[in-house]
């Protein structure tokens, strides 16, 4: 495929003997082959973005409190919820309600078309470490920018509690 003098072999590919009919006109194109995509002048992250998807991200003054082998990590009265289609919610933190002594930097990175690109942190306590249980997005995408610098837990994995009510059964227990 050439687009304006550059070059990406093999990023096309057409089906004329397709043994299905509606394919023999159509063209493939390789995603990760294009430098980028556009929805109308809007860049496109990780796959578009489906219009029966919706965001929220409300401001709370909810008691939201996050524990990782009995030792209190975050607890805030100033969460913003995060509301996704399809998805439970998700609470998320002040930086300065967290243990950040506890935190540490992750290599992991990792794309939504709805929120951006967010980096996560493991949680060290008492000489465990928990891996990449805490994501943030630093400078997420306009729907989200409620979101910004705000840290959240993976309640799947640590136990969160808001309004003092566990928001999932909690991580299963260590064996050995």
């Not at 072999?9 to 023999?24: D, I, K, M, T």
């Not at 008691?63 to 289609?85: K, N, Q």
């Not at 249980?133 to 995408?141: E, F, G, I, M, N």
């Not at 993976?154 to 136990?159: H, L, P």
Request: net charge negative.
């Amino acid at each position: 495929m050439v687009v304006e003098g550059r070059t990406a072999p093999a990023a096309a590919w057409a089906y004329p003997q397709s043994p299905l009919e509606g394919l023999r006109e159509l063209v493939r194109l390789d995603w990760d082959e294009m430098d980028r995509w556009l929805e109308e002048d809007e860049p496109v992250y990780v796959h578009p973005r489906s219009p029966y998807t919706r965001i929220d991200a409300l401001p709370s003054s909810r008691h939201v409190r996050v524990e990782i082998d009995g030792v209190v990590v975050a607890d805030s009265h100033r969460p913003v919820i995060l509301f996704e289609t399809g998805l439970v919610p998700r609470y998320y933190l002040p930086l300065v309600d967290v243990r950040q002594d506890l935190l540490r930097p992750s290599g992991t990175r990792t794309h939504c078309p709805y929120k951006g690109n967010a980096e996560y942190f493991s949680v060290e306590v008492d000489g465990t470490r928990h891996d990449d249980v805490v994501w943030t997005y630093r400078t997420p995408l306009p729907e989200s920018a409620r979101i910004a610098g705000l840290v959240c837990f993976y309640d799947e994995r640590v136990t969160v509690s808001v309004d003092a009510v566990p928001t999932h059964p909690g991580p299963a227990p260590r064996v050995g």
